[in-house]
């Protein structure tokens, strides 16, 4: 069941925001793109991602792509699994400068899948990247082809953090999300300033705790579809994907999540797990936000985090923007207290022009904070104020 409060939240779905909120086409024709963004200090060009192992630069005024992929480790990549590909990409803080840049994906490993984090380098003149230039960093090998999870950034520490899913099936069977000798169902945490390799920073939380991966910082997750940092607080997001029952939200201030256990497999959302679940893990997080499953309006079946928006449009300052990748809406709210108010559904008014989004596969950032949106039917949408 929904926590008490919820149904008094969905109430203020009927408020009105004084502007309505859009999208416009910014570009389109990618093969199941899943990502979008783009490095510190530039901003005239947008990287996107698609699932197969390629990564394009679109220029973000006129939407053209690049004649040559950016990045292009299709051979590398697995897409046995309908979750498996390139998933994520982050770029070093100096990516200007140096090239240097990360990604998560799933590999060709016969029989198996594993997770990789790997670094690559690009010509920061050309901005081409030879696949040669390649450093695996962390390897993972995934028990099942789904729950990948497959976010990674750089946090306001200029650390990298990682999502990983639970490995995959249902309800956890080998309880990866609660071991903290496994990678899966995890965030993870590492310094990659060196110029080979990486460090375990000392200020994570299992460092020195027996049986546990140093890697860790956060623990207890299903499959985290799309997290991110506030960029004006360093707030951490995540997007959660549920079980059966519930989709939900979690979101810490900065630091906080340090050592924070989301309650995975013992919890989903705010309740137990059915049938498998629990009470509560000793100092458990909760999250801020729960969504039923189901076809309803106010309902989904897949979370796809977002962000906090920080970008031009006035009515949308210091709201979560977030999505559900199979009911293809899009909601809004404001943290208060802890907890989400002022839910706000912007489907209806965020349909592109002549047609209608599709499954929502995740949401980027530029560095003006102008908020982006991906349909993993091929465009990728500027948020914009009609």
């Known amino acids: 069941m929904l926590s008490k409060t919820l149904p008094l939240i969905w109430l203020s779905v009927a408020s009105v925001a004084q502007a309505e909120i859009g999208v416009q086409q910014v570009a389109t024709g990618f093969e199941r ?3 979008v963004g783009q490095p510190k200090g530039i901003g005239d060009k947008l990287w996107v991602i698609e699932q197969a192992g390629r990564v394009w630069i679109v220029d973000a005024k006129s939407g053209q792509r690049s004649e040559k992929p950016f990045l292009d480790i299709v051979s590398d990549v ?7 590909g390139l998933l994520g990409l982050a770029f070093a803080s100096d990516f200007p400068k140096t090239g240097r840049f990360y990604v998560n994906y799933t590999d060709r490993t016969p029989n198996k899948a594993v997770t990789r984090i790997a670094r690559f380098t690009a010509n920061p003149a050309t901005l081409e990247t030879d696949p040669a230039t390649k ?18 950034d750089f946090g306001p520490d200029d650390k990298l953090y990682t999502g990983l899913g639970d490995g995959g099936a249902a309800n956890d069977p080998q309880g990866n999300g609660q071991n903290l000798g496994s990678y899966l169902g995890k ?4 310094d990659v300033s060196g110029e080979k390799g990486y460090q375990t920073p000392p200020d994570n939380p299992f460092v020195k705790e027996a049986g546990a991966l140093p890697e860790i910082w956060s623990w207890g997750l299903r499959n985290p579809w799309r997290c991110s940092f506030d ?12 079980q059966n029952v519930l989709e939900e939200i979690n979101a810490l201030p900065k630091g906080k999540a340090s050592g924070a256990n989301f309650g995975w ?16 893990p000793a100092k458990a997080v909760e999250p801020v936000f729960v969504y039923k499953r189901g076809n309803g309006k106010l309902e989904g079946f897949s979370v796809t985090g977002g962000y906090v928006y920080r970008g031009p449009i006035r009515e949308l300052e210091g709201r979560y923007v977030f999505g559900d990748y199979q009911s293809k809406r899009v909601f809004s709210f404001v943290l208060k207290g ?9 489907t209806e008014t965020m349909q592109p022009e002549g047609g209608k989004l599709g499954y929502l596969a995740s949401f980027g950032e530029d560095n003006e904070g102008n908020l982006y949106v991906v349909d993993h039917g091929g465009p990728v949408y500027r948020v914009v104020e009609k």
């Open 33 to 35: 793109p899943v990502w």
């Open 78 to 84: 697995s897409r046995k699994g309908n979750e498996e």
């Open 135 to 152: 450093e695996v960093l962390i390897s993972v090998e995934q028990p099942y082809r789904n729950h990948n999870g497959g976010w990674i």
């Open 187 to 190: 965030i993870l945490r590492i």
């Open 231 to 242: 960029r004006k607080t360093g707030d951490f997001w995540i997007g959660d994907v549920g």
């Open 265 to 280: 497999r013992l919890r989903e959302g705010d309740i137990a797990t059915p049938q498998v679940g629990g009470e509560k």
């Open 338 to 346: 802890g907890k989400a108010t002022d839910i706000e559904d912007h």
